[in-house]
């Protein structure tokens, strides 16, 4: 298939949903963080540990994703890339599946190995959809990226059984853990499945034809082009401009906050709820079905939905009321985690808002910088990934250590709300040579 023949876009698409449901593995680390910990099991990592892996992988698929794989995919195209991203991604759990109990085994597939395969794979949908939908660009964003959300869903329940509260949707099956499987066995397995998977995902990673455009679409002129990704900035002249670093700081502190309650949210809700007299036993079942149901389905949601009212709200606006109803609901997290509808619906709206961001920033970045570098520019853009992933999930996991949980949540909180009043001020740059 060459990279110039036009194909049906929505191939694309499914193409774009098949890779990122295996590169959400990462948000699924919460199936394992358990076992990790477990003082009468083979690990024993402290929680600190266990999110020491979980950040290390955030920060390498940010830091890929920006220093390899926008300028490898604009050369090469997405294809390869996705593909190579695939392969690395599989091969980082085979080696974590191999590693048995070592934390620096494990560290070393699941978080540099891991994140790099996720970085590598992750623009390439993005990339290629924007320019086969420069019509929906909110709402295609959302979709190319949904299936990272719901991929921690599938990858969860797998490893304890598609239960979600009185509702079991696999009678008798208890998951790969209920067959007698190891951590490191299903590390191993979703290596392969990883592998495989994102292979077939990426043989609709193409992009379209220089100059071919949606029948019956008319590309923005004038002032609309500008707020809409027809003025185009390259890397460095994006990183001048003032929106740049607000939308950069913004997506920080939202990382920040949907990064650690998913690194945290088995820990602490297990802990709250047998603190409130629940039984440990359903204490963690219902911790992980805020995480494995409401937390990863809301995710994949959030995706689509606003990234379809981004379209017609306006970015900013939607921008803003996100990272605000996410602040709100952080600070007061630690107070309704106790019980177990508080944690689900804390789970809900946190993963709601938390999807979010990954179809209102690429939309943002494409319109503001130009759909045809939104490749280049938005891995810059997703630094901040990083940098959330980074702080988020260790001050998680040292206050759940510290057994003080509220200064997780509470700064988390504040900082989204800042934001969220910064960007009440956001508006398209300028072009210096408009």
């Not at 650690?260 to 911790?287: H, N, R, T, Y």
């Not at 009321?321 to 946190?350: C, D, K, N, P, R």
Request: hydrophobic share 55%.
């Amino acid at each position: 298939m060459s990279e110039s023949k036009v194909i049906n876009r929505w191939l694309v698409v499914v193409g774009g949903i098949l890779i990122q449901l295996c590169l959400g593995a990462i948000y699924a680390w919460s199936a394992f963080t358990g076992k990790l910990t477990a003082a009468d099991g083979p690990f024993m990592f402290t929680k600190t540990q266990t999110q020491v892996i979980f950040s290390v992988g955030l920060v390498t698929f940010a830091v890929v994703m920006a220093l390899v794989a926008g300028k490898w995919q604009k050369k090469a195209g997405p294809r390869i890339v996705a593909l190579t991203g695939g392969l690395v991604l599989g091969l980082g759990y085979l080696l974590a599946g191999l590693s048995g109990t070592s934390f620096w085994g494990i560290l070393l597939g699941i978080g540099l190995l891991g994140g790099a395969g996720i970085g590598l794979g992750y623009v390439c949908p993005i990339a290629a959809l924007v320019k086969w939908f420069p019509d929906k660009k909110g709402l295609i964003t959302g979709l190319a990226v949904a299936g990272f959300g719901f991929g921690a869903l599938i990858w969860i329940k797998l490893t304890s059984g598609f239960v979600f509260g009185p509702v079991n949707l696999t009678p008798g099956w208890t998951g790969l853990y209920g067959m007698g499987m190891t951590v490191s066995k299903v590390f191993i397995l979703y290596g392969a499945l990883f592998a495989v998977l994102v292979a077939i995902g990426s043989i609709w990673m193409v992009n379209p034809p220089d100059g071919w455009k949606p029948e019956g679409w008319t590309p923005p002129s004038g002032t609309a082009a500008a707020h809409s990704g027809g003025n185009d900035f390259t890397e460095i002249e994006m990183a001048k401009t003032r929106q740049y670093w607000m939308l950069f700081l913004t997506f920080t502190v939202g990382a920040m906050a949907g990064l650690m309650v998913i690194g945290v949210i088995g820990l602490f809700g297990a802990e709250q709820l047998a603190a409130k007299g629940v039984e440990p036993a359903k204490a963690k079942i219902m911790a992980g079905t805020a995480m494995g149901l409401f937390y990863a389905l809301m995710n994949g949601l959030g995706r689509i939905i606003w990234g379809s009212v981004s379209d017609r709200l306006g970015r900013k606006n939607s921008i803003v009321l996100m990272t605000a109803l996410q602040g709100a609901m952080m600070l007061i997290f630690h107070f309704i985690g106790g019980s177990e509808w508080g944690l689900y619906i804390g789970a809900a709206v946190i993963g709601f808002n938390f999807g979010g961001n990954f179809a209102l920033f690429p939309a943002a970045t494409a319109d503001y910088f130009g759909n045809k570098n939104v490749g280049t520019n938005y891995p810059w853009v997703f630094m901040a990934y990083g940098v959330g992933g980074l702080v988020g999930p260790i001050l998680g996991g040292m206050m759940g250590d510290a057994k003080a949980w509220m200064w997780a949540f509470i700064p988390a909180g504040i900082a989204c709300l800042v934001m969220a009043a910064v960007d009440l001020s956001l508006k398209p740059p300028q072009h210096r040579n408009a």
